[in-house]
C-alpha cells in the first residue's frame, strides 16, 4: 500500500540523461532529496493522499455520500464518536467521516491541480515577456500584475462565484486567474537574470526571432525556478480552494465529498464535544499543504545547493 | 606563548612564531551532499612582517586557503585533517567568541570587491569608526582615528569622503577605504583576496603601491592571492605555488619567477606573453587540459595529468620535497631537472601580412544613450578601418567606451543617425534585428565570460549545429558535418559535443564559444576581453588558437583587452580608447616606440612586470569622468601629467596623423612628446 509515488520529478534537469557526470549529479541530488526526512514524510504523505484520491474505494468501506449503513443493514448512527466500525466517527447526516475525508482528496488535488497548472503556464508566458522583452510592455503587465496582487484573493472569490456562477470549471479559472501574476512575477525576474546573459545576445547576433530566444533559449534555463512555482502554487490552491469551499462558494451540492464544505458544515457542533466531524476534514488539509510545501522547500533547497 | 596587548612586547614575542602557519590542511566541500576535497594537505607558512604570495589557477584552492585562515568558510565547508595557527593560536578548534575577537584584532581581510564589502546605505565615517569601536575606542577616539586612517590610505580629502556613502566614492577609493579598515586593528596577519582584480590596471598600480607603503609603517605579515603573477612578484617576499589543494613550489619570489623549478611553475610563467613577444614571433606556450575537478582522487603527484614529464615513478610514488637552493627555494616534483624539455615547445608562428584591403569601415560612429532625459554620449565620432586580416587591439580603461564601440559596431546597440558602418563597402543597418543574414554572418563576437556567453541548457552540439543553420541556411545534416569540421579546429573531441558547457572547464567553453563566432565563416570577429576570465595556462592556448584561425581565414579581429601583454602579442594595430574618443592609434611596434598620447604613456607604465623589470609609474590621479558631464577642451586634460594651462582646457584637439598611420589627438606637437618621454625615462 505504500507506493512511492513521484508526484514531483526530483529535479528541472530530470528529463536530461545526456553524460555520465550528469547522471552522477542527477543521482546525487535524488540522493540528497531523499535524504531530507522533510522530503521524504511530505512524500509519504502526498502519497497517501495520492493514493485516496486515485483509489478511494479500497479504503472505505462507505458509500461517502449517503448515510452510513453496514454489511448488516444497521445504521452507524448521527454524531457517532469514533469507533471500529466508523473510524473517524460518523457526521450529522449520519455519514462515516473517514469515507468522506479520503474521497475528498480527489476533488480538491485534481481541481488545485489544475488551477496552479494553468497558473503557472500562464505566468510563464507573461513572465516570459515581461522579462525578455523589458521597456514598455514590461511596464504594462507590471502594473497589471500589481493590481491583481493587490486584490483580496478571498473576496474576488466572493465576487467573482456570485456573477459568473459557483460551477467547477469557474472556480479553478478563477484560483488560476488569480495566481497568474504571482507566477508571473516570479517568472519575470528569473527570466530577466537570464536575458542579460550574452548568450541572448548571441542568438541575437545571429538573428533569432524574440519569439525563439524566449522559448527556445531562455525557457529550459528557468525550468528549476517553474517546477518550485508550481508545487508552491499547488499547496496555496488547496488552501484557497478549501477556504471558498468552507465559505460556500463551490457548488450547492452538499453530498458530495469536499474537506472544506464539511468543515463549513459541521463546526457549529464544535461546543457539543463533536469534533471528529471538524477536525479530521481540518487536518486533511493541514497535513496536505504542509506536506507539499515540505517538498517544495526541499527541491529549492536542493536546486540551490 | 603568552598574548599580549602590549605593542612594545609584539615583535620579540612574534619573532618566532609565525603569523600564519596552515600545517597539512585537508578541506572538503559538501556539494549535494558529498564531500568533495579542496584543500590537500595544504601547508605553508607566514613570517611576521613578511608579505606571501598564493598564485595558482582558479579552482586550486588559493582563495580557500585565505578564507581559512580566518575560518570564514561557508556552511558547507569540512575540515578533515591539519592545523590553521595564527600568530600562535590553533584556530580549528577555537570557540566562535574566541574567534570573533581574534578577527577583531590579529587578522584582517581585503577582498576582491569593495563594493560587496562595504555596506551601502552607511557613511563610509560610520562603517570606519565601527571597527576602531569594536577594538575598544570610545566614539570620539574612534571618529579621530577613522580620520587618521584615511590619511594613512592616502585619502587626500578625508572629511569628504568620510561623509559619503560607498556608492559616490570609485573602486579604487573603496578599496583605499576596506584597507584602511582592515588596518584599524593593526593586524598580525593581513589578507588580500585578489584587491585588485576588479580595477583597471591604473588604479590597480596605485593600491598596490599603497599596500606596499603600509606595509612597512604596520609591520603586518601579508598574505597576497592573485592570479596575475606580475601582482605577486612586485609585492611579495615569498611564493607559494598552489595546484590542486596542495602548495607544490615554494621559494623567495625572484627565485620562483626567474627559476622556477615544477613542471607547472616553468609552464605557468612560459605560457604568458612577455617581453614583448608578437604573434609573428612564435606561438605560446600552453599547458594542456585543465585542473582535475574537486574531489577527485590523486594519490601521488597533483599534476600528473598534465605534465609532459609525467612517468611510471609520478605515478606512483609521491613525489618528496626537493630543497633546489640554500634559501628554502623548494619543489614537489621527482623531475626538476628536467624541465628544460618542456618549455618553448611551439615554434609555429603566425604569417598573415594584412593587405590593407578594407573590410569594416566605421565613419563618424556616435552613440549617445539616454537616460533621465539627460543625453550621454558614449561615444564620440569614432572614424576607423580594420583590414582584411588584421587584428586591431582595443584598450583604455573601463569607462572609456571600448564595449560600446564593440556593441555598435554589432548592432547591439543602434549608432547614433549620422554615422555609418560598411562592411567591404556595403553600408550596414544600425541594429543587429534589422540586418539582413549576409551582415550577421559577417560579423559575430567572442564574449568575456564564457559561462554567460553559452546556453547552460543545450549541448556544445546544439549549439553550434544552431548557429551554422541560423547563419549560413544549411540542412540539419549538413550542418551536423560542419560541427564535426568545426569542433575539429577547435580541438574539441565528440565526447565534448555531447556536453553542457557547465561540464566543460573555462578553457574549453571559451574554444565552444570561439567556434560558434567561427561558425559561419565571419568577415571579421569582435572579441571583448576573451582570456580575462580565464587563467594564464588557458589564456595562452585561446591566444594560439584565434591566431591560428585567423592566418587559415584571413578573418579580421576587433580585440579588446586591458592586458598590455595580450594586445601587444596579438595586434597588428592598436587604438587607444578615453571617453568615447580614440586618443591614440597606430601600428604596435609604433605605439610601443613613442611618442605616446600621455594618456597611453601613463596606461603602458602602469602594468605590474612579472620579469622584475625596474617600475617607473606615471600616475593617473582621479578617476575618468562621466561621459555625461565631460571636461573641456582636452576630455583627458583633469588627469593628464603634460597638461597645458591656456591650452588643453580650453580647445578639443583633434586626431593628428603623424605618418604611418600613428595618429594623435594631443596639443603637444609629436616630437615634443618624444623629446620629453625620452627625458622622463632617462631621468630615472
Not at chain 2, 556 to 573: A, E, K, W
Request: with cysteine; proline share 5%; aromatic share 6%.
Amino acid at each position: 500500500m505504500t507506493i512511492e509515488v513521484p508526484e514531483v520529478p526530483p529535479a528541472a534537469t530530470a528529463i536530461d540523461i545526456a553524460g555520465a557526470e550528469r547522471k552522477t549529479a542527477r543521482r546525487e541530488r535524488t540522493k540528497l532529496l531523499f535524504s531530507s526526512p522533510a522530503f521524504v514524510f511530505g512524500s509519504f504523505i502526498v502519497a497517501f493522499w495520492v493514493f485516496c484520491a486515485a483509489f478511494p474505494s479500497v479504503l472505505t468501506r462507505f458509500d461517502p455520500r449517503d448515510t452510513a449503513v453496514t454489511d448488516d443493514g444497521e445504521l452507524l448512527g448521527f454524531h457517532t464518536s469514533p469507533n471500529g466500525n466508523a473510524w473517524f466517527g460518523t457526521d450529522s447526516v449520519g455519514r462515516d467521516v473517514f469515507s468522506r475525508v479520503v474521497a475528498g482528496a480527489r476533488p480538491i488535488m485534481v481541481d488545485a491541480f489544475a488551477a496552479a497548472a494553468l497558473a503557472v503556464i500562464a505566468g510563464t508566458v507573461l513572465g516570459l515577456i515581461m522579462g525578455y522583452k523589458r521597456g514598455w510592455i514590461d511596464e504594462l503587465l507590471s502594473r497589471f500584475v500589481e493590481a491583481f496582487l493587490s486584490l483580496p484573493v478571498i473576496l474576488i472569490g466572493v465576487l467573482a462565484t456570485a456573477t459568473i456562477g459557483k460551477s467547477r470549471i469557474v472556480i479553478i479559472a478563477i484560483v488560476a486567474v488569480l495566481f497568474t501574476p504571482i507566477v508571473a512575477r516570479t517568472v519575470r525576474s528569473s527570466v530577466s537574470a537570464q536575458a542579460d546573459l550574452d548568450y541572448v545576445t548571441s542568438a541575437r547576433l545571429r538573428g533569432e526571432s524574440s519569439m525563439y530566444i524566449m522559448a527556445r533559449e531562455i525557457f529550459p534555463n528557468v525550468t528549476a525556478t517553474i517546477v518550485v512555482e508550481l508545487t508552491v502554487r499547488i499547496a496555496y490552491a488547496i488552501f484557497t480552494l478549501a477556504t471558498l469551499a468552507f465559505l460556500g462558494l463551490t457548488g450547492s451540492d452538499l453530498a458530495l465529498p469536499d474537506w472544506g464544505k464539511d468543515i463549513a458544515a459541521e463546526f457549529r457542533f464544535l461546543p457539543n464535544d463533536t469534533w471528529w466531524s471538524t477536525i479530521f476534514p481540518a487536518l486533511a488539509i493541514a497535513t496536505l499543504i504542509v506536506a507539499v510545501n515540505l517538498i517544495a522547500d526541499t527541491i529549492d533547497r536542493v536546486n540551490k545547493s | 606563548m603568552t598574548v599580549t596587548d602590549d605593542a612594545q612586547a609584539r615583535p620579540t614575542d612574534t619573532a618566532e612564531t609565525p603569523a600564519l602557519r596552515i600545517d597539512n590542511l585537508h578541506l572538503a566541500y559538501k556539494v549535494r551532499g558529498v564531500p568533495r576535497e579542496v584543500l590537500r594537505g595544504t601547508s605553508f607558512e607566514v613570517a611576521p612582517g613578511e608579505a606571501y604570495g598564493l598564485v595558482g589557477e582558479s579552482g586550486c584552492g588559493k582563495s580557500t586557503s585565505a578564507y581559512a585562515a580566518m575560518r570564514y568558510l561557508p556552511e558547507n565547508a569540512v575540515i578533515t585533517e591539519g592545523s590553521i595557527e595564527v600568530a600562535g593560536k590553533e584556530i580549528t578548534t577555537m570557540s566562535n567568541s574566541d574567534l570573533r575577537k581574534l578577527r577583531a584584532r590579529d587578522i584582517s581581510m581585503v577582498y576582491q570587491d569593495p563594493v560587496a564589502s562595504m555596506n551601502p546605505s552607511l557613511r563610509i565615517g560610520q562603517q570606519v569608526e565601527e571597527v576602531f569601536a569594536l577594538i575598544g575606542q570610545s566614539k570620539s577616539e574612534a571618529a579621530a582615528s577613522a580620520r587618521k586612517a584615511m590619511v594613512q590610505v592616502q585619502i587626500a580629502d578625508p572629511d569628504s569622503v568620510l561623509d559619503r556613502y560607498p556608492h559616490q566614492l570609485s573602486g579604487g577609493m573603496l578599496q583605499r577605504v576596506v584597507i584602511a579598515m582592515a588596518l584599524a586593528s593593526d593586524p598580525t596577519l593581513l589578507v588580500l583576496d585578489e584587491p585588485t582584480t576588479g580595477l583597471d590596471a591604473t588604479v590597480e598600480a596605485e593600491v598596490l603601491d599603497l599596500v606596499r607603503d603600509l606595509r612597512h609603517q604596520t609591520n603586518a605579515a601579508v598574505l597576497l592571492i592573485a592570479h596575475n603573477l606580475g601582482v605577486i612578484r612586485t609585492m611579495c617576499d615569498r611564493v607559494g605555488v598552489m595546484y590542486a589543494g596542495k602548495v607544490i613550489e615554494e621559494g623567495n619570489a625572484i627565485d620562483v619567477f626567474d627559476n622556477p623549478q615544477h613542471p607547472y611553475t616553468a609552464g605557468l610563467l612560459s605560457s604568458i606573453p612577455r617581453k614583448g613577444v608578437r604573434k609573428t614571433d612564435r606561438a605560446l606556450f600552453a599547458i594542456e587540459g585543465g585542473l582535475p575537478p574537486i574531489g577527485t582522487e590523486l594519490p601521488t603527484c597533483v599534476f600528473i595529468d598534465r605534465c609532459v614529464l609525467a612517468d611510471e615513478t609520478c605515478r606512483t610514488v609521491v613525489p618528496p620535497i626537493v630543497q633546489r637552493s640554500e634559501a628554502g627555494h623548494w619543489t614537489r616534483c621527482h623531475h626538476p631537472d628536467r624541465l628544460d624539455e618542456i618549455v618553448e615547445a611551439e615554434p609555429d608562428a603566425v604569417d598573415v601580412v594584412p593587405t590593407g584591403e578594407t573590410v569594416v569601415e566605421l565613419k563618424g560612429v556616435a552613440k549617445t544613450f539616454k537616460q533621465k532625459g539627460r543625453d550621454i554620449p558614449a561615444l564620440v565620432s569614432v572614424d576607423l578601418k580594420i583590414g582584411a586580416g588584421e587584428t586591431l587591439g582595443l584598450v583604455g580603461e573601463s569607462g572609456s567606451g571600448k564595449s560600446t564601440l564593440a556593441k555598435t559596431l554589432l548592432g547591439v546597440h543602434s549608432l547614433d543617425e549620422g554615422g555609418e558602418i560598411t562592411i567591404n563597402g556595403r553600408t550596414i543597418a544600425p541594429a543587429a534585428e534589422s540586418r539582413i543574414p549576409k551582415s550577421l554572418t559577417a560579423m559575430q563576437m567572442v564574449f568575456q565570460n564564457p559561462d554567460s556567453a553559452l546556453n547552460s541548457a543545450w549541448t556544445v552540439r546544439r549549439i553550434l549545429r544552431r548557429t551554422i543553420r541560423k547563419l549560413t541556411g544549411v540542412t540539419k545534416e549538413e550542418a551536423d558535418r560542419r560541427v564535426d569540421e568545426l569542433a575539429e579546429g577547435m580541438q574539441l573531441t565528440q565526447r565534448h559535443l555531447g556536453m553542457r558547457p557547465r561540464q566543460l572547464s573555462g578553457g574549453l567553453k571559451q574554444r565552444v564559444a570561439i567556434a560558434r563566432a567561427f561558425a559561419g565563416d565571419p568577415e571579421i570577429v569582435v572579441c571583448d576581453e576573451p582570456t580575462s576570465a580565464l587563467d594564464v595556462s588557458v589564456q595562452a592556448a585561446i591566444l594560439n588558437l584565434l591566431a591560428k584561425l585567423q592566418t587559415d581565414d584571413r578573418t579580421s579581429y576587433l580585440f579588446i583587452t586591458h592586458d598590455i601583454g595580450v594586445v601587444r602579442y596579438l595586434s597588428d594595430r592598436i587604438a587607444v580608447m578615453y571617453l568615447g574618443r580614440i586618443m591614440e592609434i597606430g601600428e604596435t611596434d609604433v605605439m610601443f616606440d613613442g611618442p605616446n598620447h600621455p594618456y597611453t604613456e601613463a596606461l603602458l607604465s602602469a602594468v605590474p612586470s612579472v620579469d622584475g623589470a625596474a617600475e617607473y609609474r606615471i600616475p593617473l590621479d582621479g578617476d575618468v569622468p562621466t561621459p555625461a558631464n565631460p571636461p573641456s577642451g582636452c576630455v583627458f586634460h583633469t588627469r593628464c601629467h603634460r597638461f597645458i594651462k591656456g591650452v588643453c582646457d580650453v580647445s578639443e584637439p583633434e586626431l593628428i596623423d603623424i605618418g604611418g598611420g600613428h595618429a594623435l589627438r594631443c596639443h603637444i606637437p609629436a616630437d615634443e612628446l618624444l623629446a620629453a618621454q625620452r627625458a622622463d625615462v632617462a631621468a630615472r
